[in-house]
């Protein structure tokens, strides 16, 4: 396997890319040489991993050279992938075992072209391609073109050479670093490990004369990490790989190098993509994934039969941009080019017009909110407060009906109080004699039940009247039965005044939703006007006639007189409050009137009759109107 083997810019995880153009009998070709024909059968393509499926390096570029082949081919290829585990089976009789398990395994479906991912696969497939492989073209990988010298490659292999460059990296961290003044770099004690310390010491003569520089090897895991915790903090640490330390515990590397790197007191650098996430500022590197693509086009045209030569995948600087936030450098001193992973631009930067636009937006959303709550608040507190002076209002024009009304109600009251008085005094006088009349007696007693049963119904429609309340008391009831009971309490006074009261009310009910007191008063109010209308009329045409109707949904009150009507002009004046045409009027009765009706969702109007006289009209909605249109 010749792992110890080390020269120039070489490390395990480069991955190398040969395309190897064979003849059946496993002899060597010229590289320029390499077209084959596969025919009546997609091209078997079988991908060899030097380790296990953990480590990232080569699984990133396994996948990236799968979905690039997938896509050139529109899916018409069998790929097949082997994980050798070679650093976790490094005892001798591993490999020839392997070679002949995977010989018979693919006996049956021989490879027309093996991709070796890293230098191990590359010498593996080449000592057995004759047992796994014969006739395949053989792309390998690993390592830059000084191990491929190395490892003595046959001529026919092609290879995508990756350089990992120690060097570039530690130019990188100069760069971002230009006060450093001490270089540590850090290798395990793997065979690798060690190969990669001496490809350093070379790569490194030059630039680490400049530096007091200390290598950081043959040290235990926890060593490293002590080690590199108290480090002065203008230092520059380059992280090479360890696999196993000089305890021999072994270690995927970026596990190992993010223990360091988690309490290091310096930035730490390292020539591997795979280093990012784990704590390291970045270095110069070949992409997994731009490799992988890379070793996909060299396998497409040779399996296309194009001419395939040597190329080299494309390096880049890579950095992580939380680690330069963490130790304060300066992205302006990156090398060009640098890719920056976790580059979170701030969002302004990023979408800048959008939030000047959004930020727009919401300012002018916000404002329109605010407006909006507080004109909805101003509106409340409006409605709240003009329905506290309805209701005020509401209670003085009815506190003003009960006094108006107050003679004739007393003089109605007068007439049960009178007769119970009578008929208690009637009942005496029969108790007091020889032979009470008993039965007469009980006719009397139920009279005074009778009579008292009147005043109390007088005086519990009065109570409503004068009660004050703070809020509209909604309730269901029917417009009939308000209707009767304002008659009730106005035909003592309509008595007084000479007045006839008809009443044509609908048979039935007449369901409305409101407040039943403020209806009733809505009624009163048009009564007394009406009455009050009706006074200089002849005594003997006086009528005030009541009517209830039903239409479209809605209930009707109308109310009639017989006085002088409305003059044409004042038709609607007379609504507005204030407005009187009377001696001792306030102006507030149908202004009041109206206010209540409309808080119920209905209307009033007035009109002359033309017969002569005056016709109020209330409309209030039918209660459950949408239920029973249903
Ligand atoms: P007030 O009764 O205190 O005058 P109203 O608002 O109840 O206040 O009435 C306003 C005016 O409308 C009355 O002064 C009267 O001129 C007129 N009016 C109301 N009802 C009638 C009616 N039935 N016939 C003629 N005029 C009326």
């Keep these: ?136 073209k053989i792309v390998a990988a690993g390592f830059g073109t000084a191990t491929a010298e190395k490892i003595d490659l046959p001529d026919d292999v092609v290879g995508a050479f990756a350089t990992f460059d120690i060097l570039k990296t530690a130019e990188m961290a100069r760069s971002l670093q230009p006060d450093a003044r001490h270089l540590y770099i850090v290798g395990g004690s793997s065979d690798f490990d060690r190969g990669w310390l001496t490809t350093a010491r070379a790569a490194l003569r030059e630039f680490s004369k400049s530096y007091e520089t200390t290598y950081l090897e043959d040290l235990t895991i926890d060593e490293f990490v002590e080690r590199a915790s108290r480090v002065p903090s203008d230092s520059i640490i380059l992280a ?129 909110i605010s407006v909006l709550l507080l ?30 009304l107050s003679s004739s109600i007393a003089h109605e009251l007068n007439q049960p109080l009178s007769a119970i008085r009578n008929n208690a005094e009637a009942a005496s006088v029969l108790l007091r004699s020889e032979s009470p009349d008993h039965e007469l007696i009980q006719q009397i007693l139920l009279d005074i039940q009778e009579d008292d049963q009147r005043a109390g119904d007088i005086i519990s429609r009065m109570r409503g009247l004068l009660k004050k309340r703070s809020e509209i008391d909604w309730q269901e009831f029917d417009l009939n039965d308000v209707t009767s009971s304002a008659i009730h309490i106005i035909h003592g006074e309509a008595e007084r005044r000479g007045i006839t009261l008809t009443s044509n009310q609908l048979p039935g009910e ?77 102006g507030l009765g149908l202004s009041i009137a109206r206010a209540i009706v409309e808080t119920y969702g209905g209307t009033i109007c007035a009109d002359n009759r033309p017969e002569g006289g005056a016709v109020f009209r209330m409309i209030l909605p039918l209660a459950h109107a949408e239920e029973r249109s249903r």
């Excluded at 070949?286 to 030569?309: C, H, N, Q, Y």
């Excluded at 209002?393 to 009906?401: D, F, G, M, P």
Aim: charged residues 20%; proline residues 4%.
């Design 375 to 404: 004109e909805r608040r101003r509106r409340r507190d409006a409605e709240r407060s003009s329905r506290l002076h309805l209701l005020e209002a509401v209670h003085l024009n009815q506190s003003a009906t009960a006094g108006a």
């Design 240 to 368: 090479l790989t360890v696999f196993t330390d000089r305890a021999g515990r072994n270690f995927i590397p970026r596990d190992a190098i993010r223990q360091i790197a988690a309490t290091a007191s310096a930035p730490v650098y390292g020539p591997y993509q795979t280093y990012i996430d784990y704590g390291v500022v970045g270095g110069n590197t070949v992409t997994f994934e731009a490799l992988g693509r890379t070793v996909g086009d060299l396998v497409i045209d040779a399996i296309a039969g194009k001419t395939v030569s040597d190329i080299e995948a494309p390096q880049t600087y890579l950095a992580d941009a939380r680690q330069l936030q963490r130790w304060g450098l300066a992205e302006k001193d990156l090398p060009p080019g640098t890719v920056q992973m976790h580059r979170e631009r701030s969002v302004w930067q990023e979408h800048w017009v959008v939030l000047v636009a959004g930020s727009g937006l919401v300012l002018a959303q916000a404002t329109i």
């Design 1 to 136: 396997m010749g792992l110890g083997e080390w020269s120039g810019r070489l490390c395990w995880t480069a991955l190398l890319l040969a395309v190897a153009a064979l003849d059946a009998s496993g002899g060597q070709a010229a590289s320029s040489d390499t077209s084959f024909a596969i025919i009546d059968r997609v091209p078997r393509v079988l991908v060899l991993y030097p380790y296990d499926e953990r480590i990232a390096a080569t699984t990133a570029a396994g996948e990236a050279l799968r979905s690039r082949l997938l896509e050139a081919t529109n899916g018409k290829i069998d790929l097949f992938s082997e994980f050798l585990d070679l650093s976790r089976f490094p005892e001798g009789g591993h490999v020839p075992r392997m070679a002949r398990y995977l010989g018979e395994k693919y006996a049956a479906r021989r490879p027309d072209v093996v991709v070796a991912l890293g230098k191990e696969s590359a010498s593996f497939v080449t000592a057995n391609r004759s047992m796994i492989a014969p006739g395949a």
């Design 510 to 586: 007449l369901p409305v939703r409101a407040d039943k007191v403020h209806v009733q008063q809505v009624i009163l109010n048009l009564a007394t006007n009406a009455m009050d209308a009706m006074l200089e009329a002849v005594p003997a045409g006086r009528t005030l006639t009541f009517a209830t109707g039903l239409a479209n949904e809605k209930v009707e009150l109308r109310v009639s007189d017989t006085g002088d009507g409305i003059p044409a002009e004042r038709l609607i004046r007379i609504f507005e409050p204030f407005y009187t045409t009377k001696q001792a009027g306030t």
